[in-house]
């Protein structure tokens, strides 16, 4: 069992997920982008506890309220990324490209690779590397929820930009093809910004993916 709550905050309308596996109380953070007060004690509501947070990409606006959580959690939960984001995460996830200063909050220590399997309570989670959007921007599929985590790749009815810098446009087409659009059309697409859609809608209507 996969319990999923999502919050849109911060300044470009983030997608925050907080999911737990309801028997166990084990929950992670997907991309806290800001408010860590609201996440920590949405988490507390239903006494589950916080463990860790994945970072789908390091972009300030899915990384701002890192430190905000941790603040908020004994021990502070350990941050997983992808290490071809590190560079990204140093220079405070380009917010100053943006204008803006941002506390990254702790230091990423779990380092994400393709392939590798995470574990939520009873729930298996495959790392998925999907550069494009960014370098190391990888997403979260669990199989057994027919869901899948995937940041800035994809969204309803579009796709990440590429025009930031570690962005590229082909690689990002090419992403989507081996990495999302291989999944059955019945898997949920939980993005980072935007509405829930499926593989099967964006195989069909995405205007970026039809020809
Ligand atoms: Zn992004
Ligand atoms: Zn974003």
């Known amino acids: 069992m996969l319990s999923i709550i999502s919050f849109t905050l911060g300044p470009v309308q983030t997608n925050t997920y907080l999911i737990a596996d309801p028997g166990t109380g084990e929950a992670v953070v997907i991309d806290p982008a800001e408010r860590g007060d609201l996440i920590v004690g949405e988490a507390e509501k239903h006494g589950w506890r916080i463990g860790n947070i994945w970072l789908t990409h390091a972009h300030f606006d899915h990384l701002a309220g890192a430190a905000s959580v941790a603040d908020r959690c004994a021990p502070p939960p350990p941050v997983a990324l992808h290490p071809a984001d590190y560079p990204l995460w140093r220079i405070q996830g380009a917010a100053p490209l943006f204008g803006m200063h941002i506390d990254p909050g702790p230091e990423p220590t779990i380092d994400l690779k393709h392939g590798q399997i995470l574990h939520l309570g009873g729930n298996q ?78 195989r069909r209507l995405n205007p970026f993916l039809v020809d």
């Open 125 to 202: 989670f495959q790392v998925r590397h999907a550069p494009g959007h960014t370098q190391g921007h990888v997403m979260f599929y669990c199989p057994s929820e027919n869901v899948l985590f995937c940041g800035d790749v994809i969204f309803d009815g579009s796709i990440g930009r590429t025009d930031l810098p570690g962005g590229d446009y082909e690689t990002l087409i090419a992403s989507i093809e081996a990495q999302v659009l291989t999944l059955p059309d019945e898997t949920r697409l939980l993005s980072g910004h935007g509405p829930e859609t499926t593989v099967g809608v964006e």
